[in-house]
């Protein structure tokens, strides 16, 4: 009887020959007798203590695993449409669905506004940050601040024409009408004095010849481009092209530097983004305090275009992405004469600019 109540205690162990029913187990148990008369315990019910104290290990497990996933998800994003998260860079590339389907998602007013210039690769700009998951842009030009119809209708309006974002990203929405227009430093200083700003420059005489060729583009017919710049009765610089002036860029800067600290504008050389697109997006990374999560080999230059354009490889399959045709024109070939006037026209005017912002361009 005393032997019928033999307790034994079952112990899991790791020597392959000591398991007498199966010779050649690698897991073990060794029965030791007990003393004492507490109730037997099978080694099922042994078993089971190591069943309970695996289910626990697993439910901990599990518990983790569901909180990775939703961290995963609120860093990335849920597609409802595939039932899956969102790595970063497919939400970076599924930013639609993102943003209209997260029910995370939510519109604020923008962290970060790109103001001009207008023709100096702003859209480059855009699409290049829209790259980066932790970033959510508006999809078109606002005109919040530069038209009073608009800005009559209150920053709840504003807000309301923001993209869809989770609450890691930052918004972004750029109007480069914003940066000549008179009223909006003050506009956005009024919303948020220490907002973060872009402004994208270029060449000035460059980007006068593509605002040029923008508004010859909309024309049958459009005067040529010395027609334009070159006032017939003074032999001088026309003034009064619109475009010649907006390239006189120390004007518009110093409205700016009246409401802003100049840490709180970015500068990207528009000239240097054509050449080397990825430094300039690294350094704005940088500005906005992002992680730099835009590789080197997402851009491409595509002789073709004559452009750098983007290498996806998303839903739609692997393939090369260009900013749209009205983005890296044509230029014409310009009176090489007329070209020294307008640098010389503009060379104190730039002088005036790099005093501003404490930083030379290579215009000569
Ligand atoms: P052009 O079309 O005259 O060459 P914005 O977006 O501010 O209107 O600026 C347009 C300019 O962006 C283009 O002017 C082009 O020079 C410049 N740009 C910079 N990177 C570009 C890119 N990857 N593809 C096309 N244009 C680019």
């Given amino acids: 009887m005393t032997n019928n109540l033999q307790v034994f205690r079952w112990v899991k162990g790791l020597i392959k020959e000591a398991a007498p029913e199966k010779k050649v187990m690698t897991v073990y148990y060794k029965p030791i007798p007990q003393d004492d008369l507490s109730p037997p315990v099978s080694p099922n019910s042994s078993c089971l203590r190591f069943s309970r104290f695996r289910l626990a290990t697993f439910l901990v497990v599990a518990a983790l695993a569901v909180l990775f996933v939703t961290l995963s998800c609120l860093n990335g994003g849920w597609d409802f449409r595939g039932s899956v998260c969102l790595t970063p860079t497919d939400s970076a590339l599924v930013h639609n669905v993102v943003t209209t389907h997260s029910p995370l998602a939510r519109q604020v007013l923008p962290h970060c506004i790109i103001i001009g210039v207008r023709k100096a690769g702003t859209r480059a700009v855009l699409q290049y940050l829209q790259l980066h998951p932790d970033v959510a842009v508006a999809g078109y030009e606002v005109h919040f601040f530069d038209d009073n119809v608009n800005y009559s209708q209150g920053l709840d309006f504003y807000r309301r024409q923001m993209p869809y974002s989770l609450k890691h990203q930052l918004t972004i929405e750029k109007t480069p009408a914003y940066f000549h227009t008179l009223r909006v430093p003050e506009r956005i200083a009024k919303m948020n004095n220490s907002i973060k700003l872009i402004l994208v420059v ?87 305090g992002l992680e730099h999560k835009i590789s080197k080999d997402t851009f491409t230059f595509n002789r073709t275009k004559g452009f750098y354009c983007l290498k996806l490889d998303d839903e739609l399959g692997k393939r090369t992405k260009c900013l749209s045709k009205s983005k890296g024109r044509k230029h014409p070939a310009v009176d090489p004469e007329v070209l020294i006037q307008l640098r010389n026209y503009y060379k104190s005017a730039n002088d005036l600019f790099f005093q501003q912002v404490h930083r030379r361009f290579k215009w000569s």
């Fill in 202 to 288: 270029r060449e000035p005489v460059q980007r006068l010849i593509s605002s040029y060729v923008q508004l010859a583009s909309k024309k049958d017919y459009f005067p040529t481009f010395e027609e334009k710049v070159i006032d017939p009765d003074t032999d001088g610089v026309n003034e009064n092209f619109k475009p010649v002036k907006r390239s006189l860029y120390y004007i518009f800067m110093n409205r700016w530097l009246k409401h802003f600290q100049l840490n709180q504008i970015h500068i990207v050389d528009g000239d240097l983004l054509i050449r080397d697109p990825f430094q300039e997006i690294y350094n704005v990374e940088t500005f906005l």
